[in-house]
T-cell receptor, first 111, second 117 residues
């Protein structure tokens, strides 16, 4: 069966510091991969998605970037974090017409 | 532009009763998918149920059913025999485009359901 791993679960970072969140999927090949952000009490906002290695589509211009160095690895990065980058970040995968399945999320606090 | 609207920020239901969570959508596509997810306080997003735009029958998964009214562009979630563990945020979502085009999901703002003992 397929599983998705996302880490770390929580992260506290100072303003201006770099960020790297990692997501990996097991048990499937060539998945679609997604990064979402959720502000407190709000719905999910799609940040990036990828349909293949090296293929990244950005939905919202911002201080973040994404990369897909391997088929089942998706990384969310920032060179300098802003206070507005705080939130709950969720990685998800889907295969074919199947629904998206989510990781457990990362709670990011910027101080 | 495609949009999902959930008009109930919060709902209360008595344990063992049924509850309906509302969702309306807007799209000009003929082919689309509608999803419901549950988000407990721990944060993970749990897939509940899916309805394709060409499906003639309403989707059902255990205690969950989706009341799909295509002409009205509504996709309400019905939870029968509510349990205390059903207390959570519930999100309606629509898939934009085909899966090989990314299959992106657009989410509503969510409904917080509280089940009373």
């Amino acid at each position: 069966s397929q599983t998705i791993h996302q880490w770390p679960a929580t992260l506290v970072q100072p303003v201006g510091s770099p960020l790297s969140l990692e997501c990996t999927v097991e048990g499937t090949s060539n998945p679609n991969l997604y990064w979402y952000r959720q502000a407190a009490g709000r719905g999910l906002q799609l940040l990036f998605y990828s349909v293949g290695i090296g293929q990244i589509s950005s939905e919202v211009p911002q201080n973040l970037s994404a990369s897909r160095p391997q088929d089942r690895q998706f990384i969310l990065s920032s060179k300098k974090l802003l206070l507005s980058d705080s939130g709950f970040y969720l990685c998800a995968w889907s295969g074919g017409s199947q629904p998206q399945h989510f990781g457990d999320g990362t709670r990011l606090s910027i101080l | 532009a495609q949009k999902i609207t959930q008009t109930q920020p919060g709902m209360f239901v008595q344990e063992k009763e049924a509850v309906t969570l509302d969702c309306t959508y807007d799209t000009s596509d003929q082919s689309y998918g509608l999803f419901w997810y549950k988000q407990p306080s721990s944060g993970e997003m749990i897939f509940l149920i899916y309805q394709g735009s060409y499906d003639e029958q309403n989707a059902t998964e255990g205690r969950y059913s989706l009341n799909f009214q295509k002409a009205r562009k509504s996709a309400n979630l019905v939870i029968s025999a509510s349990q205390l563990g059903d207390s959570a945020m519930y999100f309606c979502a629509m898939r934009e485009g085909f899966y090989n085009q990314g299959g992106k999901l657009i989410f509503g703002q969510g409904t917080e359901l509280s089940v009373k003992p």
